[in-house]
């Protein structure tokens, strides 16, 4: 690269007169205090995912200064510019509607912006998925800085971690075995610092996965966001973007078929969210890179879950920190994995493994020999109920559930499970399925986080604790259940979870990777012939709300847009 083609005069606005288009850019420039000298560096630019409805990023100004101090350091000039932020719980009616919208947003501004290279600071479950995809099309030379997790706070006796104890409470409250006043103070002890959520939830998921990919620091995934090494590896993160505009690295050498799979390894060791299923699957098809559900059944045969921590085990972020972090899980699956994938520092996976490991905590990250688990984490779930697949996360549901066949006792919506999962008269058992319809993608709600459907009150006050639950929705990262999730295709677009009538029987069999509903082939062809869709039509409505009805694809596809997807030049 020239060094026209860098700097301010990388991309510039078209008058006619390129000379022209330099010395107005320059002009402004320098109205905002750069002098001649700094403007003719090469930049680097701050996505800063920065938002007062994001408790998550709100340590994020002082993170971006220690950015600009590497950028600085490494001869380069920082440069930060805003995007939309998603605080996950802050958003209706769903987070993950609005993913694709801050990818596009993250690519087009680091495409139609001045810049060299990018750092891309996100935290919240779905802002680091969506500047990977945002990262993956622009395919500039790119750092992803995460927030970091939260440290954990107390109550009485207890450690707390949003969110895995909040579920957990709200579970016990939900039972009347706490009060409302104990849950009130509870309340406003689960979360009380910056960070993503204390456990491993879907944004501790997506940060380990962003290291294994390559493209974060080693090391960088899991250090708590009020920690000094977070201003830290967010200077070297700085650095680290400055040296790459001297020998790029672009995301498409660094996502890889082998890296992604790497990352399947990893997602399935950690007994991850299953978010990051469509996550992972989306960033991947951005560059082209298939990612099937038949092979993460294949993967996980043979990866054992190694990690202890909420909500399949017992630790907190913090605790695998100081264990060794994501480092140390490489360092015990690195016969499974392919060891020539790039980082973003130039080196590889075999280079970073071969140096001094450091002390591990094997209680909190167990050795390969000695899993926690034989098999990973997550399973793909395939019948007439699930043509296209369904995800359980088994390190986090009961066993004893996995071989079972069941009543099932519909929900047509959310609102209809608002409106009578407490009703005293409502016909359900210990032993039925709980099935929601109608919570996928396409569907007015936008795939939520509702597929942890709760325990019927008259049931829970009982002691039970968990009971298989069906539906196309999602489950935070936080939640532990006999819960399978992500059925496609969805309700909404007419897939046979639409089908499903109080009273089927339904098998589920983890061991043989089947969800059968157990209707006459013909019945369900009647049923399906008087189906109608409660979507209102895409020709309805406007904006964004038009083009997400139009164009996101299902939930084994990453819930993308389809128009996202590289452009096939043979055709």
Avoid at 280 to 305: C, F, M, Q, Y
């Amino acid at each position: 690269m020239s060094d026209t083609d860098q700097g301010l005069a990388r991309g510039l606005t078209n008058y006619g007169d390129r000379d022209f288009s330099v010395y107005l850019r320059n002009s402004f420039a320098a109205s905002m205090g750069y002098s001649r000298e700094m403007l003719k560096r090469p930049i680097v630019g701050i996505a800063n995912s920065f938002s007062g409805f994001n408790n998550c990023h709100r340590h994020f100004p002082e993170l971006v200064e220690a950015v600009k101090r590497g950028v600085l350091m490494e001869g380069g000039l920082p440069i930060e510019f805003p995007t939309i932020s998603l605080g996950e719980v802050f958003l209706s009616p769903t987070s993950l509607k609005f993913r694709n919208l801050m990818s596009m947003d993250t690519e087009e501004m680091v495409r139609a912006q001045p810049m060299d290279a990018v750092v891309l600071m996100g935290g919240c479950d779905k802002t680091v998925p969506a500047q990977l995809m945002g990262a993956a099309s622009a395919d500039l030379p790119a750092v992803q800085l995460v927030a970091g997790p939260m440290m954990t706070s107390r109550y009485q006796t207890e450690r707390l971690g949003a969110c895995t104890d909040c579920r957990r409470f709200w579970s016990k409250y939900r039972a009347k075995e706490v009060t409302t006043e104990q849950i009130n103070d509870i309340e406003g002890r689960l979360a009380t610092t910056a960070g993503t959520c204390a456990v491993m939830g879907t944004a501790s998921t997506m940060a380990c996965i962003a290291e294994t990919l390559g493209m974060s620091l080693p090391g960088t995934a899991a250090i708590p966001a009020v920690h000094a090494d977070r201003l830290r590896a967010g200077e070297e993160s700085g650095r680290a973007a400055a040296r790459m505009v001297r020998t790029p690295i672009r995301p498409s050498q660094v996502i890889t078929a082998k890296s992604v799979e790497n990352a399947m390894r990893v997602l399935l060791a950690l007994g991850g969210s299953t978010n990051a299923i469509i996550h992972l699957t989306a960033v991947a098809r951005r560059l082209g890179i298939p990612v099937s559900l038949e092979k993460l059944n294949a993967l996980s045969d043979t990866t054992p879950v190694l990690v202890n921590l909420k909500p399949v085990g017992t630790n907190y972020m913090e605790d695998f920190f100081f264990a060794g972090g994501v480092g140390a899980v490489l360092r015990e699956l690195k016969p499974l994995l392919h060891l020539d994938t790039l980082d973003v520092t130039g080196g590889t996976l075999g280079d970073r493994l071969e140096q001094d490991a450091g002390w591990v905590d094997h209680r909190v990250i167990a050795k390969a020999a000695e899993p926690l688990e034989p098999e990973g984490g997550l399973v793909a779930l395939f019948g007439n109920l699930a043509p296209r697949g369904a995800i359980l996360k088994r390190s986090a549901a009961d066993p004893k559930l996995f071989e079972k066949e069941g009543r099932a006792v519909v929900f047509t919506s959310l609102e209809d499970l608002a409106a009578r999962v407490d009703d005293p008269d409502l016909d359900i058992t210990a032993d039925d399925f709980m099935v929601l319809q109608n919570a996928g993608p396409r569907s007015a709600s936008g795939m939520p986080e509702a597929g942890y459907l709760p325990i019927p009150r008259k049931i829970a006050e009982t002691g039970v604790k968990d009971m298989v639950r069906i539906s196309d929705a999602r489950m935070s990262g936080t939640a532990f259940g006999t819960i399978v999730l992500h059925v496609s295709p969805e309700a909404s677009v007419g897939g046979p979870l639409a089908l499903v009538r109080d009273g089927d029987r339904i098998r589920i069999s983890v061991k043989d990777r089947r969800i059968e509903l157990l209707v006459d082939a013909a019945e369900l062809e009647c049923r399906r012939a008087a189906w109608v869709t409660t979507n209102v039509p895409a020709a309805e409505r406007r904006g964004y709300d038009r083009l997400y009805a139009e164009q996101v694809t299902q939930a084994d596809e990453g819930c993308d847009f389809g128009f996202l997807q590289p452009v096939n030049e043979d055709t």
